[in-house]
């Protein structure tokens, strides 16, 4: 009589590895669910975004209404301090690292830890970008391993330009406002190729919290953290981590003190004008000896 034990027993090890594989390859195939083309938008802007899909659901589960505002622009209308700006408050090391910056992860664990709490993040522009295509804001391990797969096929189908550029035109700004266009249009009045640094500023220190923070009617905090990234622009912060410790002791105080002004609805006019800042000569960026990161071109 023949022994099937043996049979079965590596059927079941090969089932039990087909499924180790199965999950451990999940977060890949379900990125290819959510884009099956990276390479698509080498050459094309989204229509819409998955940010765009939730913030839209999120006001018609309560019950009001939402107006879009996103109009895709190339990276050379944008005015060079908002994209030297950017990249200079977001992601420093854009540049140079492939989609992960695990020095800044490192030193944000470590910060966190120490603070008890997650006051500092570490994403990059690509991973803010995926999260803002494909996925949204909820937090969860599955989210996060997702977003790596398409952090990676982002970085491996497009240059970094390109990827600033995307992130450009869809990173949230208030309610409703996506991108530099709509953003410089609501807040300023202006096409983006013509903020001023101050105006720059001001809309890279509004990007942690879009829907808090009203770049038309400032608040403090937001005020504060306008004239560190602007100073940060000019060359008076050339260490990192003096910049960084900055920007989170403000975060402190504003945690302590409550939430900034709110975004108005679209539509809606602000009661107060913004409080007034220092003037600086308009052509105050355009004098400062900071080159602009590497790849940054001055079009």
């Given at each position: 009589?023949?022994?099937?034990?043996?049979?079965?027993?590596k059927?079941?090890?090969?089932?039990?590895?087909?499924?180790?594989?199965?999950?451990?390859?999940?977060?890949?195939?379900?990125?290819?669910?959510?884009?099956?083309?990276?390479?698509?938008?080498?050459?094309?802007?989204?229509?819409?975004?998955?940010?765009?899909?939730?913030?839209?659901?999120?006001?018609?589960?309560?019950?009001?209404?939402?107006?879009?505002?996103?109009?895709?622009?190339?990276?050379?209308?944008?005015?060079?301090?908002?994209?030297?700006?950017?990249?200079?408050?977001?992601?420093?090391?854009?540049?140079?690292?492939?989609?992960?910056?695990?020095?800044?992860?490192?030193?944000?664990?470590?910060?966190?830890?120490?603070?008890?709490?997650?006051?500092?993040?570490?994403?990059?522009?690509?991973?803010?970008?995926?999260?803002?295509?494909?996925?949204s804001?909820?937090?969860?391990?599955?989210?996060?391993?997702v977003?790596?797969?398409?952090?990676?096929?982002?970085?491996?189908?497009?240059?970094?330009?390109?990827?600033?550029?995307?992130?450009?035109?869809?990173?949230?700004?208030g309610?409703?406002?996506?991108?530099?266009?709509?953003?410089?249009?609501?807040?300023?009045?202006?096409?983006?190729?013509?903020?001023?640094?101050?105006?720059?500023?001001?809309?890279?220190?509004?990007?942690p919290?879009?829907?808090?923070?009203?770049?038309?009617?400032?608040?403090?905090?937001?005020?504060?953290?306008?004239?560190?990234?602007?100073?940060?622009?000019?060359?008076?912060?050339?260490?990192?981590?003096?910049?960084?410790?900055?920007?989170?002791?403000?975060?402190?105080?504003?945690?302590q003190?409550?939430?900034?002004?709110?975004?108005?609805?679209?539509?809606?006019?602000?009661?107060?004008?913004?409080?007034?800042?220092?003037?600086?000569?308009?052509?105050?960026?355009?004098?400062?000896?900071?080159?602009?990161?590497?790849?940054?071109?001055?079009?």
């Amino acid at each position: 009589m023949v022994d099937l034990a043996p049979h079965r027993s590596k059927r079941k090890r090969r089932l039990f590895l087909l499924l180790v594989v199965l999950i451990v390859s999940s977060p890949i195939w379900y990125s290819y669910i959510k884009c099956p083309s990276v390479w698509y938008y080498r050459w094309n802007m989204p229509h819409r975004t998955a940010m765009m899909n939730y913030r839209a659901d999120q006001a018609a589960e309560r019950g009001r209404s939402f107006t879009l505002r996103y109009q895709p622009i190339p990276l050379k209308q944008v005015a060079l301090s908002l994209r030297k700006g950017v990249v200079m408050a977001e992601d420093g090391n854009f540049y140079e690292h492939h989609g992960f910056d695990f020095e800044a992860i490192r030193k944000a664990y470590r910060f966190n830890q120490r603070r008890g709490r997650i006051v500092r993040g570490a994403s990059t522009i690509s991973q803010q970008l995926a999260k803002n295509l494909w996925l949204s804001p909820k937090h969860s391990y599955w989210r996060k391993l997702v977003e790596a797969v398409l952090t990676v096929r982002l970085e491996l189908a497009l240059p970094k330009d390109r990827i600033l550029e995307l992130y450009l035109n869809v990173i949230e700004w208030g309610d409703g406002i996506f991108g530099a266009a709509a953003a410089s249009q609501y807040y300023f009045h202006l096409p983006p190729q013509a903020l001023s640094p101050q105006q720059s500023a001001l809309l890279v220190a509004a990007i942690p919290s879009p829907l808090r923070s009203n770049p038309r009617r400032p608040s403090s905090y937001l005020q504060r953290r306008q004239r560190i990234i602007l100073s940060w622009l000019l060359g008076n912060y050339r260490d990192e981590k003096q910049k960084q410790d900055l920007l989170d002791s403000i975060r402190d105080e504003e945690d302590q003190a409550g939430a900034p002004t709110p975004t108005p609805a679209p539509g809606q006019t602000p009661a107060a004008t913004p409080t007034p800042l220092e003037e600086l000569p308009p052509d105050l960026f355009a004098r400062s000896p900071t080159p602009a990161p590497t790849g940054i071109s001055k079009e």
